[in-house]
């Protein structure tokens, strides 16, 4: 019991028991005669009941208590569909939740580009374990799909792996990815890594932590060894690995077809990892139908996310230095993000939360008001005085203006020069930041010119005019 109140902060639950699988190996010392069973293996309790971290129990109509999968079990049972798997990598919550609005079935995050977006700082070790939990940990709160953490080189030594591993079993992940490189890696461009005996002992401290758990969380074992040593070390490492209990493998920087099918015919009926770096790595980029040829089962794609949110940003700011904003077409509209981010969804729930409260406030104001007075004076005992007002008192007067918020208002600006310098479409019933567009709109009566022009069908022409820098301002009202 010890060691499972340090696995989790949470209430136990009960533990649903993995079923048999072709993809997860128990124990590698008996490799051939196991390959159907999974690692996962329960810790006992009690008699009468199992606990397992990270799994969701609900009730259902009746009261009677309902049992939902794990993270992890959600993830096994992806992986035994037929074809490839592609997970692109996160590195937030929103971008999570793009992820899994797209349609993909899983996610991972990384270490990269996590390091990136949280601390602006590259990925040499400097971010910290608890970063990497807490940013993790608002991942997977934010979308059902199950989430693989980047847990790097486990952070230290084995007992470091330990830790991590519940930590992240804690955090909610589906799947963890241990890796063989230094604990503290150079400045160097070349990796390193640790033995092969240190590498092999991460992954045993990664089973370890899961036993002790009662947890089901999917171990990923990555060797940088090929780039670092060479494809021979890579291949025994995989091996080694699974006999460790590994459920997936993953050796990065393969430079051939060639290479990644040698590595895919290491224990075939392990599921292996691709990692399609985009830019800048040695690995062959392949279309999914050419990886699952080749014998892989699961896809990452580390940096295209970060990546054109970089570029897109670094664009938008390049616009706005040059008294522009981004063109319309390169952002998501106002409906758009408030979709993505639930607001209507929060607002339902906002309201039918605060509509139960303020009938108990109300109900309990009034009893126990009327006690207060029932108490102090009894002769001050009678109906209560109704007030009617009627619904006029509160009309207000009728606004013209109201007619046209379903209308847009579109502002083309033709530079001096003959091309065209902006061409934007506002609601037309927002224009407190119009002058912040443009400028030369500032002292115009908009609101007015729109009133006038509410009752027109289709669009009208309100402003044709040259500013004086010599541009050409055009506001039409759609």
Partial sequence: MAAL??????????????????????????????????????????????????????????????????????????????GVLQGPCCFDALSAKLIERAGFPYCITTGFSISAARLGLPDKGLISYGEMFDQGQQITQSVSIPVIGDGGNGFGNAMNVKRTVKGYINAGFAGIIINDQVCCEDTKSERRVVSREEAVMRIKAAVDARRECGSDIVIVAQTD?????????????????????????????????????????VYPLVPKLANMLEIGGKFPILNPLELEEIGYKLVAYPISLIGVSIQAMQDALLAIKGGRIPPPGSMASVEEIKEILGFDTYQEEEKRNATSSSDRETSSSSIYGNQRVAQDDPEQRED???????????????????????????????????????????????????????????????????????????????????????????????
């Fill in 5 to 82: 109140s340090f696995c989790s902060s949470s209430p136990p639950r009960i533990l649903h028991k993995q079923s048999k699988s072709s993809f997860f190996p128990s124990d590698s010392s008996s490799f051939t005669q196991t390959v159907g069973e999974s690692s996962a293996k329960p810790i006992s309790v009690s008699r009468r009941f199992r606990v397992a971290v990270n799994s969701t129990a609900v009730s259902d109509e009746s009261g009677n208590a309902k049992l939902l999968s794990s993270p992890a079990k959600k993830l096994r049972e992806i992986m035994q569909s037929p």
């Fill in 225 to 265: 060894s090929r780039e670092a040593i060479s494809l021979e070390e890579s291949l025994v490492r995989a091996r080694a690995f699974t006999d460790a209990g590994a459920d997936v493998l993953s050796v990065d920087s393969l430079f051939s077809r060639e290479e990644m099918k040698s590595f895919c015919n």
């Fill in 384 to 478: 209560p005085i109704v007030e009617v007002i009627t619904p006029e008192v509160y009309n207000e007067p009728r606004n013209p203006f109201s007619r046209i918020w379903s209308r847009s208002l579109r502002i083309k600006i033709i530079g001096r020069d003959g091309f065209e310098k902006l061409d934007v479409r506002i609601p037309a019933g927002f224009l407190e930041g119009v002058t912040n567009i443009v400028p030369a709109l500032g002292g115009v009566n908009l609101k007015q010119l729109m009133d006038d022009a509410a009752d027109e069908v289709g669009g009208k022409l309100l402003l044709d005019f040259k500013d004086t820098a010599g541009d050409r301002i055009q506001v039409f009202l759609e």
